[in-house]
């Protein structure tokens, strides 16, 4: 009997994701354009890595706000908002002019929170952009391109962007995400390990390695599938929610950009962001 009950389970698994997939493929065909796109930056502050990390400054200003300031520029995006489920974050983000939705705090991850957002809108959008809260340099044009690859491949339901590594000891930093993309600019696989991985364990001078950058952009209804698809092993392993997207059998366009700012992912960060503004003459 718990043999019997155990392949219930998968079926039942198995056929609720197959629904899914068939519901999202009918829904495509009946749209001829996408072109409502909502930019969301999803934002919490109780991160257990870096606690409060939206609001650490950063040259004189809470990063969530400068990520905010870059964002706002970009010129594909019918609307743009914080979405939040701290008050402190909120009132900061009010103040620099930015438009805040409140979401639950046990919301687990920012793909399900920009959903949240989504719902809590009356405006129907096509597209979502997820546009991560710790790059505070985000350039406007990569978020344009990642909105305009999406619209350009029917056959994708995800866009994202990716750079070279200019500095080969990041490529085995856990905290730099990689990525391999195939010879139609399709993911493949993402990784917080070396990627691609060889029998030496070390980086390979003559080959290029990819930074996946923290902008993810999909189709607003395949947006509403994600949360119902069951968690993937791959995801789950290396911490990625991109990876549930390719484990399920959904297309993902990649766009390689110029872009030599990272993230912000533990304190140490903040030095070089501020490093790279210098550099830059950015204030």
Same mark, same amino acid.
């Given at each position: 009997m718990e043999v019997k009950r155990a392949v219930a389970t998968v079926v039942s698994g198995v056929c609720a994701v197959q629904l899914c997939r068939i519901a999202y493929a009918y829904y495509r065909a009946s749209c001829t354009s996408r072109s409502r796109v909502l930019g969301v930056i999803p934002a919490r502050y109780a991160s257990s890595r870096f606690p409060g990390k939206p609001l650490v400054q950063i040259a004189g200003k809470p990063m969530i706000v400068r990520t905010y300031l870059q964002a706002k520029m970009a010129t594909t995006l019918?609307?743009?908002?914080?979405?939040?489920?701290?008050?402190?974050?909120?009132?900061?983000c009010v103040e620099a002019g930015a438009e805040v939705v409140m979401t639950d705090s046990e919301i687990p991850n920012g793909t399900e929170r920009c959903e949240a957002a989504m719902r809590n809108l009356t405006q129907k959008f096509d597209i979502v952009v997820n546009i991560q809260g710790d790059e505070p340099l985000i350039a406007p044009e990569i978020i344009d391109a990642c909105v305009t690859a999406l619209q350009k491949a029917p056959d994708a339901? *995800?866009?994202?962007?990716?750079?070279?590594?200019?500095?080969?000891?990041?490529?085995?930093?856990?905290?730099?995400?990689? @990525?391999?993309?195939?010879?139609?600019? *399709?993911?493949? !696989?993402?990784?917080?390990?070396?990627?691609?991985?060889?029998?030496?364990?070390?980086?390979?001078?003559?080959?290029? !390695?990819?930074?996946?950058?923290?902008?993810? @952009?999909?189709?607003?209804?395949?947006?509403?599938? *994600?949360?119902?698809?069951?968690?993937t092993p791959c995801m789950l392993q290396e911490d990625l929610e991109q990876l549930k997207v390719i484990e399920h059998g959904y297309r993902m366009k990649v766009v390689t950009v110029n872009h030599s700012a990272h993230g912000v992912d533990e304190p140490a960060d903040v030095a070089s962001i501020e490093e790279i503004m210098r550099k830059k003459g950015l204030k």
């Open positions: 019918t609307r743009l908002v914080v979405a939040t489920d701290d008050t402190r974050i909120r009132d900061a339901v *995800y866009s994202t962007p990716v750079t070279p590594f200019t500095d080969r000891k990041e490529v085995l930093m856990s905290s730099r995400v990689k @990525c391999v993309v195939d010879v139609n600019g *399709y993911a493949m !696989y993402f990784s917080r390990g070396m990627l691609p991985n060889n029998k030496e364990g070390t980086p390979d001078v003559a080959r290029d !390695y990819l930074l996946h950058l923290g902008l993810q @952009c999909y189709d607003a209804a395949f947006l509403t599938t *994600y949360s119902k698809l069951p968690a």
